[in-house]
């Protein structure tokens, strides 16, 4: 698989990476540990360099399964983990933490669950308001001159934030969800992104599995399912964002590939240092999410999903209210 450069400091992984928390946490029950292993070792065989997990996700859990299933790739792959929540005893996610003891901490267990030495992308997962970005950035730093972590990346953060973070420390990556039916960041990041040489990698490439083309009205979702409490996955939104998804199908049959190929690919047009994190559960899906890497849309493929989509008005927020209040603007 081709490779792209994140960030200005040498960070240089697969074209599409590969999400891990769909297989502990977010999307139901988590998976059977031998088969969640399974396919992050598939993605290993496939060309695949680039995996993201975080503390969070499980919580703990997933950092485990990835530590255990990259163990032989060791020095091979790039990994990349979270900071920056409070969690309790029970595992419950009590708010935010990005206190310089709290991430000092948070790196020492990642390293352990991971089993490495070194972190190659840390990121805080949310800004935390209660804590000067500049701390944040400064005590990342500090982990990177110890050799505890390579890279520092920031998630969900606004441009104000990600340029006072930047000063400090310089940012390699900033993960925020990013598709067809959330084109926000176009406004404002991405332009800030190219200005100070700052990687991006889109989660929920494929809408939470909507572009697939697989998800309906009628798909039920479990409680454990975070899609259930998602606006944008009520039944009425999932059938008047429909238009999304034949819209991708229309381009997909031209095209002799799939709705989330077709959606995946367009994602890596936008800028070569854009890399994409889908997260799949199987080895089927794998596959066909890494066969939009060799996809290519003309600039009239893409103008023409960029003009289609523009007039499609995507409905429900893509976040339940309480989580949509800790997203940086």
């Known amino acids: 698989m081709d490779k792209r450069r994140l960030g200005s400091e040498g960070l240089e992984v697969s074209a599409i990476g590969f999400g ?3 297989i502990s946490f977010g999307l139901g029950p988590a998976a059977d540990r031998r088969d969640g292993i399974a396919v992050i070792r598939a993605a290993v065989d496939r060309g695949v360099t680039f995996f993201d997990t975080a503390e969070m996700y499980g919580p703990y859990l997933n950092e485990e399964v990835v530590g255990e299933a990259l163990a032989p790739v060791r020095g091979q792959v790039a990994i990349a983990t979270k900071f920056g929540f ?7 996610q009590t708010g935010l933490d990005s206190r310089p003891e709290h991430i000092r901490q948070v790196a020492d ?4 669950r991971l089993g490495l030495d070194s972190i190659d992308l840390f990121y805080q997962h949310r800004v935390d308001p209660a804590v000067p970005i500049e701390e944040v950035a400064g005590t990342v730093g500090e982990l990177i001159k ?3 972590v390579r890279h520092f990346g920031l998630s969900e ?3 104000r934030t990600i340029r006072r973070a930047h000063a400090v420390q310089p940012v390699t990556a900033l993960q925020s969800e ?6 926000e960041p176009e406004a404002e990041i991405l332009p800030t992104l190219a200005e100070l040489g700052i990687g991006f990698v889109p989660f929920s490439p494929l809408g939470r599995g909507f572009l697939t083309g697989t998800i309906d009205q009628s798909t039920p979702f479990t409680g454990s399912d975070i899609r259930s409490s998602i606006p944008r996955f009520t039944p009425a939104a999932r059938q008047a964002n429909r238009a999304l998804v034949d819209l991708l199908a229309a381009v997909a049959a031209r095209k002799d590939a799939t709705p989330a190929q077709v959606a995946l690919a367009w994602l890596l047009a936008r800028r070569p240092w854009i890399v994409p994190i889908p997260g799949t559960r199987s080895v089927q899906r794998l596959e066909e999410n890494l066969g939009a890497a060799d996809l290519e849309l003309t600039a009239e493929d893409v103008a023409e999903l960029d003009t ?15 989580l949509q209040r800790t997203i940086d603007r």
């Open 308 to 322: 289609a989509t523009a007039r499609i008005e995507i409905q429900g927020d893509r976040y339940p209210a309480h």
């Open 178 to 183: 990013y598709s067809l039916w959330w084109r």
């Open 86 to 92: 409070a969690i309790d005893a029970d595992g419950q």
């Open 146 to 148: 110890a050799g505890k």
């Open 109 to 112: 267990a990642s390293l352990r």
């Open 20 to 22: 891990c928390m769909g």
């Open 157 to 159: 953060a606004g441009v």
